[in-house]
């Protein structure tokens, strides 16, 4: 291709129907999949039978409460040494690169649930998000059963490997990105470029482009597509599978028509947070040893959250160097 040239056909982000998936086109499915984790770590998922009244509630919430006043939100706030609340650059209890620009987040643990960082106000927010998290789980447990089985591991690998030793329940979580229109900032930095530190990740967003992947060095824009999930494998998998598939940098940026809003919906699957994560034992042997040392969830995202968002995946520091 080109080398000046726009994003040719395969340099596009995999587009995968998940129709029939528990029937007749599994294994078409399950392959589609193994190959887009394994050259993109990113892919869309469409026809997933998710309820589209649920989508539409889960964005007009979410949006209500990103107009309301600055006073309103910062009851909320992001306070120092977390990361869960709502935050902007102006208003950051931490000045971290995490929150540069004017994007504005919203970001909350749903399992096990921080209540107190519910905003009250839309008074169907903190309900609407937890309906939304219920039906999440059940599909992000149906596309680790694909990813499980396409190690030729059986289907509840994965979502075993993640469940509580106490809780019995994976970690759920969201982060809500606001991205005003750029003539209403002088500043208009986005998300910068970051691999998800969690399992795996079902993006919403709204009809703007604005999510860019890297891949192989060029950053390539994900095409929207209307209520389809954006899915992209984050650090514990990676760690997980031993390597095989890997997160992937990407970074968020505003709508280029200047007078455009852009809204983007992260939920997060993980390990509980005492849960120790480590390579599955049945990849490994004696040509394939682990590539990652083992932590709990909660030790890795204490590292994430002490170094924020710095551009580079911070599965960096749990590589084990072999001979
Ligand atoms: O807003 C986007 O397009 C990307 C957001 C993102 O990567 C995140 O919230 O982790
Ligand atoms: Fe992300």
Redesign the pocket.
């Known amino acids: 291709m080109g080398s000046e040239g726009k994003p040719q056909l395969q340099e596009r982000v995999p587009i995968i129907d998940f129709e029939g998936f528990n029937g007749p086109n599994r294994e078409k499915i399950r392959g589609e999949i193994a190959a887009a984790c394994e050259m993109w770590g990113f892919f869309q998922l469409c026809n997933h039978g998710f309820d589209q009244d649920l989508m539409k509630r889960v964005k007009d919430v979410s949006k209500e409460f990103f107009y309301l006043p600055a006073e309103e939100k910062v009851k909320i706030r992001v306070m120092p040494d977390t990361i869960q609340g709502w935050s902007h650059s102006s208003l950051a209890a931490t000045a971290t690169k995490l929150s540069a620009g004017s994007t504005e ?1 919203y970001h909350n643990i749903f399992k096990p649930l921080k209540e107190h960082l519910l905003p009250l106000n839309p008074p169907t927010f903190g309900s609407t998000w937890i309906e939304y998290f219920e039906q999440i789980q059940v599909l992000a447990e149906s596309v680790l059963a694909l990813i499980s089985e396409s190690l030729n591991l059986p289907s509840d690998t994965l979502v075993k490997s993640m469940r509580g030793p106490t809780s019995g329940s994976p970690y759920l979580a969201n ?1 809500v ?1 606001y ?1 005003p229109p750029r003539k209403a900032t002088d500043d208009p930095l ?2 910068p470029s ?1 691999s ?1 530190p969690v399992a795996i ?1 079902f ?1 919403l ?1 709204d009809d703007v482009a ?3 992947v890297n891949k192989d060095d060029k950053w390539v824009e ?1 095409e929207p597509i209307q209520n389809a999930f ?1 899915i992209n494998i984050g650090d514990q998998l990676e760690i997980l599978t031993n390597g095989k598939f890997a997160s992937v940098d ?4 505003p709508s280029k028509d200047p007078d455009q809003e ?1 809204l ?1 919906l ?1 939920a ?1 699957y993980s390990a509980d947070d005492d849960r120790v994560v480590a390579p599955l034992q049945e990849l490994l042997d004696e040509s394939h040893p682990p590539l990652y040392s083992a932590c709990t969830f909660k030790e890795y995202m204490a590292k994430f959250t002490a170094r924020g968002l710095d551009g580079k995946k911070g599965i960096e520091s749990m590589h084990i160097e072999h001979e």
């Open positions: 987040y982060r990105n991205y986005g998300v970051h998800d990740t993006l967003a604005g999510l860019e994900v954006i990407h970074r968020g940026m852009r983007t992260a997060f």
